[in-house]
């Protein structure tokens, strides 16, 4: 069992920039492939970023593709998400998720979800 708490959401100009953090619990974060993903108001849940949980892989939505970056600090059971020249379109709530799954990027691969932080960039 692993339970995730997000953190570091909040309100942003466009162009700012904000940090997102994922706690786990759990001795075995460190065998979980890491996600994230992000749900705006009226729209299904989207994939941003995950991290493998062994070679430290990454992968990002074309989206956010040279804007965002994802890494995880295995002795602390953190995943970041540092997001950069944020847009309003980035509006939305961004959920941390681990799995281990093989295709990494969709929601089935992934078994515990946090609850969500908010993230909202004003133009």
């Known amino acids: 069992q692993v339970q995730l708490v997000e953190s570091g959401g909040g309100l942003v100009q466009a162009g700012g920039s904000l940090r997102l953090s994922c706690a786990a619990s759990?001795?075995?974060?460190?065998?979980?492939?890491m996600g994230w993903f992000r749900q705006a108001p009226g729209k299904e849940r989207e994939f941003v970023s995950a991290?493998?949980?062994?070679?430290?892989?990454?992968i990002y939505a074309d989206s956010v593709k040279g804007r965002f970056t994802i890494s995880r600090d295995n002795a602390k059971n953190t995943v970041y998400l540092q997001m950069n020249s944020l847009k309003p379109e980035d509006t939305a709530v961004y959920y941390c998720?681990?799995?281990?799954?093989?295709?990494?990027?969709?929601?089935?691969?992934?078994?515990?979800w946090g609850q969500g932080t908010q993230v909202t960039v004003s133009s």
């Open positions: 759990g001795r075995t974060f460190s065998t979980y492939n």
């Open positions: 991290i493998r949980w062994i070679g430290g892989n990454t």
């Open positions: 998720a681990a799995g281990r799954g093989s295709t990494w990027y969709l929601k089935s691969d992934y078994d515990y």
